[in-house]
């Protein structure tokens, strides 16, 4: 069914989308992703114990296309798609992190603060402080900060790879704090190694 058709009407009832993730967010116990198709966009919910049955959760970030099955449930007026269990949650094609076209860090500021945009760059450096990790990226344009917040440091199944000279990734939320361009992704899974340091 087409996303736009998704109304209070059906709500409890099972229902079937297709689309690319646009969003992800992780919650204390699962996860929300934006599905959106040439109707709409619509928020799917993954708790904890579908997503570890779900197969190639991993792949499921910004980018990949999906197929879903789940009832209607309503959250303060949103209307979900919350699958019941992991087989109902099908990747039909990954993000392809590598063709991506990436936004250049100098353009950040003319993209703006509040806007999502996936960038590459080389980490320059790392700083671990109280609340997270701070990453230095450099793309050849220019310089920003990813801040990784504690739970999606955490949650993080490679960050001992993230070190100097590896090539990353990254879709997030632009910032400007203190004078400095940040992106800060909402999820483990939108900060991808891209190759790692030599």
Known sequence: MKISEITP????????ISGRIVSVRDLSKGCKYTV???????????W????????????????????VRG???????????VPGRGADVKL?????DQTRVATPIAQLPHVGAGRSVWVVGVIASMELFSKGAKLRISDGSGEATVLLWQNVYDAMP??????L??????FGEINHFRNEWEIVPPSRTEIVILERAP
């Open 9 to 16: 009407a059906q709500l409890d009832n099972v229902v079937e």
């Open 158 to 163: 490679d960050k001992d790879d993230l070190t």
């Open 71 to 81: 009832r209607v449930s309503d959250y303060k007026g949103e209307l979900r798609v």
């Open 36 to 46: 959106q198709d040439e109707s709409g966009k619509a928020p799917v919910i993954l």
């Open 165 to 170: 000279d590896t090539r990353v990734g990254v």
């Open 48 to 67: 904890s114990n579908v997503l570890e049955e779900t197969a190639g959760r991993e792949q499921l970030r910004a980018g990949a296309t999906v197929s």
């Open 92 to 96: 039909t094609a990954p993000a392809d």
